[in-house]
T-cell receptor, first 112, second 115 residues
Framework: KQEVTQIPAALSVPEGENLVLNCSFT??????LQWFRQDPGKGLTSLLL?????REQTSGRLNASLDKSSGRSTLYIAASQPGDSATYLC???????????FGAGTTVTVRA | GAGVSQSPRYKVAKRGQDVALRCDPI?????LFWYQQALGQGPEFLTY????????KSGLPSDRFFAERPEGSVSTLKIQRTQQEDSAVYLC?????????????FGDGTRLSIL
């Protein structure tokens, strides 16, 4: 079974600081990895999807890296803003599987 | 519609009642997933449809849970004889292809509370 761990569980930073969120997974035979954002009482918004053959993906202030062999992904958010406050979840999809296996998330608070 | 739509957004039921949760996926999306999210946890997979075929129901916690997608679009998740441990947010997701690298797009979920 794929186990996905996110550390830290919570993070509080002042506005303008860069954010580094970590995700690790136990089975490196993955198809892709997806980072999501979840606001309170809302569903999941897809931020970035990294194919297993890729090492990173970028979208605006967001950059996600993938090291499949070591079972790690990192989400970087540059120059954080109060609007970045949310829970960030990573999810992996194993080869020959349909479903996503999620971590428990990192809850981020950006202080103005 | 533009995104995945779920209804109702909130559902309160007494223990023992049956409930039905609805999901309208993005138009044209072949794949549809149901997940269960407990408070403070990541979503857990329940079941997967490719068009109208239910290809994986390994995550359904008991035979009280039943899902269908009869015409390959709208899906319903039914829970019979609800119990307090069924209280959670139920999320529906859809993606364009079958076994492909397309991202899953999620609805806002149905928050189910069993009294």
């Amino acid at each position: 079974k794929q186990e996905v761990t996110q550390i830290p569980a919570a993070l509080s930073v002042p506005e303008g600081e860069n954010l580094v969120l970590n995700c690790s997974f136990t089975d490196s035979a993955i198809y892709n990895l997806q980072w999501f954002r979840q606001d309170p009482g809302k569903g999941l918004t897809s931020l970035l999807l990294i194919q297993s053959s890729q090492r990173e993906q970028t979208s605006g202030r967001l950059n996600a890296s993938l090291d499949k062999s070591s079972g790690r992904s990192t989400l970087y958010i540059a120059a954080s803003q109060p609007g970045d406050s949310a829970t960030y979840l990573c999810a992996v999809r194993r080869i020959n599987d349909y479903k996503l296996s999620f971590g428990a998330g990192t809850t981020v608070t950006v202080r103005a | 519609g533009a995104g995945v739509s779920q209804s109702p957004r909130y559902k309160v039921a007494k223990r023992g009642q049956d409930v039905a949760l609805r999901c309208d996926p993005i138009s044209g999306h072949v794949s549809l997933f149901w997940y269960q999210q407990a408070l403070g946890q990541g979503p857990e997979f329940l079941t997967y449809f490719q068009n109208e075929a239910q290809l994986d129901k390994s995550g359904l916690p008991s035979d009280r849970f039943f899902a269908e997608r009869p015409e390959g679009s709208v899906s319903t998740l039914k829970i019979q004889r609800t119990q307090q441990e069924d209280s959670a947010v139920y999320l529906c997701a859809s993606s364009l292809g079958g076994v492909s690298n397309q991202p899953q797009h999620f609805g806002d979920g149905t928050r189910l509370s069993i009294l």
